[in-house]
């Protein structure tokens, strides 16, 4: 290989230095690894799993060049989701001299003269496949399928890629998100069966999230979670209430407790909006470019919210609606610009790649775990080492269970019985991620039908972060909340939990140095007040979950170290000042006192 194309073969440090878009000098770490797997197996198909923002594009272009160079192959097609990714595509490849045509339709026959080959969109290969395959067979053809899992979103599409594709002299797959939610099998793709008889995808070669992580490839990603009261009205005419995040509540109680929350109509969202505008100005003190993203479920929300985001900041957002043929433009022209917020419809999972993205607020009814885990993708996109990515979601079980496996190792499996499994990760959809990731006008309309949003209070919940949990709630605006959404844009991962870790101590401070004034009034009756004790125990709940996570420790082992040092019955028979003697005793655990 010669040194015109990427500047030599030096290798760097795991965090290289900032580049154009897949279009970096040196390779990463996990990079160089991956490219000599791949040259010592000299495989025809090679599936590369790594996480989003991890440098999948960089990889594969100098896969691509190094392939070129040998003679091994003459001709490079791209096939991506999106028409927005071909031109990324096409302009990081043209970066280190590969020239691919991203205005290449099938009607063409044969793309423009001076490029190698093309990228073309999966609905682009499906809907003429006998075309592609003579395109492939007329030469030496290298195909890299970026994002390979929509291969399977439909038995056409599978099938229209293996019959353009079968004749290729390499295939290349990419992905960030090896699952899918449906048993759909992906072409060209590997499945091993496991010891429980079920078939699953079998990588090349893998870089997850806590890899990406802990080598400050990816930013670590705080989830900033919101409950609340809200009041919606049923289609039979009967008044609702109920906590958002509640438990021990239905699931059509909690579904409608969430989009009460997400209408524009309420308090919750302008206040959730406002937070998170708090915590970019503080990531913009250090990061000045920083940019937020709200993900709203359909056009009219998003322009509510941007309506509401204007009225917060002064200035308005950039939306981007799924039926914008400007689209694509309109996030060239942000991802360069200073502009702080940005409006999607749904348009996140591999759609909207901005790097300086790092305040996200999921303002979505969408919770699967595919389109979660690409809609956090957006945000965790590392320029430079320190930076943080702040999510703002609501806090529902279901996100919080999302938020809690971000660092889950995936697999695609087929073979798996129609129910939910129990972690609940790979349930079958209703729909496919093309569907989740587009308005849809029909679902919405009639899901909105069942009931009437009535209005929605905001309150600061907790922090999720790294399998822990953070914080004791609080109020909009009150210094509990200002805690979290003031820690500084320039933390690595262990600094963030040092941080995370001592801001919950001082909050639980606060709480004690009021007590002795609580204590000093008449005396209470002798009956417990049981919400007080309620409180408490969610309190304690949390800070053993958080303390179960930083030490592996399970749950049940951490409540029965507390009762041996602190005394005193089970949680559920514990007084006031036993539980209170638990707290204080794990904060001395956190800061290191014993």
């Given amino acids: 290989m010669t040194e015109t194309l990427f500047g030599g073969p030096t290798l760097p440090p795991a965090y290289p230095e900032r580049a154009a878009w897949g279009t970096a000098p040196k390779l990463r770490a996990w990079q160089q690894e991956a490219l000599d797997l791949y040259f010592t197996t000299g495989p025809r198909d090679f599936l590369a799993v790594a996480t989003p923002g991890a440098g999948k594009t960089t990889f594969a272009l100098r896969v691509a060049s190094m392939l070129i160079e040998s003679g091994a192959v003459n001709r490079v097609t791209i096939v991506a989701p999106t028409d927005h990714l071909k031109r990324q595509w096409a302009d990081a490849a043209a970066k280190v001299g590969i020239a691919i045509d991203p205005n290449f339709k099938n009607s063409d026959g044969q793309h423009g003269r001076g490029f190698i080959g093309v990228a073309v969109t999966y609905a682009q290969v499906a809907s003429k496949p006998m075309l592609h395959r003579a395109k492939t067979e007329a030469a ?25 594709f079968d004749p290729a002299a390499r295939r290349l797959s990419l992905t960030g998100t090896p699952f899918r939610s449906d048993t759909s099998p992906i072409p060209f793709v590997e499945y091993a ?118 009225r917060i900041t002064g200035e308005s957002p950039t939306v981007i609606l799924s039926d914008d043929a400007k689209a694509s433009s309109k996030i060239e022209e942000f991802t360069a610009s200073e502009k702080r917020w940005m409006v999607a419809v749904r348009m996140v999972s591999e759609g909207v790649d901005v790097p300086r993205l790092s305040v996200g607020v999921y303002a979505t009814s969408t919770s699967t775990p595919l389109f979660f885990a690409q809609a956090v993708g957006r945000f965790v996109r590392a320029r430079k080492r320190g930076e943080t990515a702040s999510v703002f979601l609501p806090s529902v079980p279901q996100l919080m269970a999302l938020a809690n496996s971000m660092e889950a190792e995936r697999d695609h499996a087929l073979d798996r ?178």
């Fill in 140 to 164: 030496r053809t290298l195909v890299i399928l970026d994002e390979i899992h929509h291969g399977g979103e439909a038995l056409s599409w599978g099938d229209g890629l293996r019959e353009a």
């Fill in 417 to 594: 019985p129609e129910k939910e499994d129990a972690d609940g990760l790979f349930n079958p959809e209703d729909s496919l991620m093309a569907e989740a990731n587009r308005e849809d006008k029909a679902s919405d309309s009639l899901t909105k039908g069942k009931f009437e949003a009535l209005d929605s209070q905001a309150s600061f919940d907790r922090v999720l972060f790294d399998g822990g949990e953070f914080g004791t709630g609080g109020e909009v605006g009150s210094e509990d909340e200002l805690d979290f959404l003031g820690i500084p844009g320039l933390l690595d991962a262990e600094q963030v939990g040092t941080l995370l870790r001592q801001r919950q101590h001082d909050q639980l401070s606060r709480k004690n140095r009021r007590s002795p004034a609580a204590e000093q009034a008449p005396a209470a009756p002798s009956v417990p007040d049981h919400r007080m004790l309620m409180d408490l125990r969610n309190e304690l709940a949390k800070n053993v979950a958080a303390w179960s996570a930083r030490t592996g420790t399970p749950h049940g082992v951490v409540h029965t170290k507390l009762r041996t040092v602190c005394g005193g019955p089970p949680v559920a028979q514990a007084n006031e000042e036993q539980l209170q003697s638990r707290l204080r005793k794990l904060q001395d655990w956190f800061i290191g006192r014993k």
């Fill in 193 to 310: 069966q496991d010891r429980d008889g079920i078939r699953r995808s079998k990588a090349d070669y893998t870089y997850g999230y806590g890899n990406a992580l802990r080598d400050h490839v990816v930013r670590p990603v705080m989830f900033m979670a919101y409950s609340g009261q809200m009041r919606w009205r049923t289609s039979a005419g009967e008044e609702m209430a109920a906590s958002l995040g509640e438990a021990a509540v239905t699931k059509d109680i909690t579904s409608h407790a969430w989009r009460t929350a997400l209408n524009p109509a309420g308090e919750w969202i302008p206040a959730v909006l406002a937070g998170a505008d708090k915590r970019l100005s503080e990531v913009r003190r250090t990061v000045p470019d920083a940019g937020g993203l709200v993900i709203a479920t359909d056009h009219e929300d998003a322009r509510a919210y941007a309506g509401q985001l204007k």
